[in-house]
């Protein structure tokens, strides 16, 4: 797959709280994920610090604010500012997430599920078909974490499936909106993630949760990942073979030091793969 000539291995989420340590380790992560809405309109010394980053390390665009689930149609001011900036910086990774997260042009600044349905599947498609083709790249979905079902035809794996089918588009999937979403709606992970091939799956996310209650779990990003994540990590990569990970902490971020400790882990379950 193409996006394995670009990011390999293990890769870490970038944030302002340490992106001028970067340099100043030996622990270097693979490759960068960043939110591009993070970076499209900075300027000053943190721009110049995110351009050095983009310099050195192969990066991936993971973006907040398409909507691809909004009944409206697309913000093509958004689209066309995305696209200046992939094409500026050079970045050919873009991934996405299979939510809505605006309404009436109002950004809700969060990421909310839609109703898996058949019409609402081959809505998605057609917009993702519009996005491929404004930006000339291949869009990545990401799987979200949700607390309630709005309404249901598919089971989830199957209505992201009919997407990936019919748009073309390739999945995100990430580990731990599985894990959450698995104990909260009940379902099986393991067979959650058997739906999919390695053909289907681009790179995969990992990230920590905070658990609340025996069957209530909260996607914060905010803690370190759980054994049970690592696990499904482990299972994912087994099952659909060499994939880059990306390890995203956007809450409560520790020291940077103590941050590629952890990084250092998920590198070493992937490279463990890799030599399979
Ligand atoms: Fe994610």
Redesign the pocket.
Known sequence: MWFNEIINGAGLGLRTSFIEEIFEYDVKPDWFEFAPENWIRKGGYLKECFEKVRENFPVAC?GLSLSIGSPEPLNMDFLKELKDFLDFYEIEIYSE?ISFSSVEGKNLYDLFPVPFTVKMADFISDKVCYVQDYLKRELIL?N?SYYQVIYKELDENEFIKRILEKSGAKL?L?V??VYVNSVNHGYDPFDYIRTFSSEEVAYI???GHEKLSENLIIDT?GERVTENVFELLRFALKHLGKKPV?L?RDNNIPPYKELLEEYKKVREIVQSYERV
Do not use: K, P, T, V
């Open positions: 993971h997430h990401e979200i995100l990430d731990n909106n996310h990992i990230a990003h990306l995203e």
